[in-house]
């Protein structure tokens, strides 16, 4: 199986909310489709490129990407440590966050669940739904789909936020082409007739994709270049602004 890089790295303190994940042991023997989808979160905080309120606001708790909710509690891919016993199915009381070996992160020093149930149907990726009206559901989201959508929200997190900050226009438009490229190589892997099972071809060949985008895989600082003319390159930065830093720079002023 295509495993998607994971960073060593672990904590990220860009602007003032702090994201840190707690050391955890896998209990697994066998490949899970929550792995790819912790593997994917881990990555992006180790980018650094949106703020860790931004990265909070657009993926990890936002209903247009998953949206659980069991009578008055609700979660999304992060739910509260506090509430996780509650979000649950009707039909077998299936617990969404895996509380008796939870993937943890601490969200300003409050624990944060990562959902562990996902829907391993066969499912190709929806390139339609984050422009659905979000409707809450009690079972988890399809991988693939779920693994889509949270790669095209950092994408339009990213250039969003970039484009407020910077006068770069060469970053911008190689971001914009590897985001444009990506969206039209998931929708020829559509067109294929492929087994979206995560054991499947069509799940492989999606991770693949996600796998080769060099924006997931830099980090402030680093070069992106294009691989169709060569000496098109543009060095990355952050779509935010490092507000502490500039304030005690004024200060020792």
Request: net charge positive.
């Amino acid at each position: 199986m295509t495993n998607i890089h994971v960073w060593s790295a672990q904590e990220t303190q860009n602007g003032d909310m702090k994201i840190c994940k707690q050391p955890r042991t896998e209990v697994a023997k066998q490949i899970k489709t929550r792995m790819v989808v912790e593997s994917l979160i881990d990555q992006l905080l180790a980018t650094g490129l949106i703020s860790n309120e931004r990265l909070f606001e657009q993926i990890l708790y936002n209903k247009d990407i998953i949206w659980i909710q069991n009578e008055g509690f609700q979660g999304h891919l992060f739910a509260k440590a506090d509430i996780t016993n509650q979000l649950k199915t009707k039909t077998n009381s299936f617990m969404m966050y895996m509380p008796t070996n939870p993937i943890v992160y601490e969200v300003n020093g409050e624990a944060y669940h990562l959902i562990t149930r996902i829907d391993s149907t066969r499912a190709k990726p929806n390139l339609e739904r984050l422009s659905l009206e979000p409707k809450p559901i009690l079972s988890a989201a399809r991988v693939n789909d779920l693994l889509c959508s949270i790669v095209m929200r950092f994408y339009e997190t990213y250039l969003a936020d970039l484009s407020r900050i910077t006068q770069d226009d060469k970053l911008i438009n190689l971001v914009e082409r590897e985001y444009k490229q990506f969206l039209q190589a998931v929708k020829e892997l559509n067109a294929v007739h492929l087994n979206w099972h995560p054991r499947g071809n069509g799940h492989e060949l999606l991770l693949e994709l996600i796998n080769n985008l060099q924006l997931l895989k830099t980090r402030p600082g680093k070069v992106l270049i294009d691989f169709y003319n060569s000496h098109i390159y543009a060095v990355v930065e952050p779509s935010y602004h490092f507000f502490k830093q500039t304030k005690q720079t004024v200060k020792a002023l």
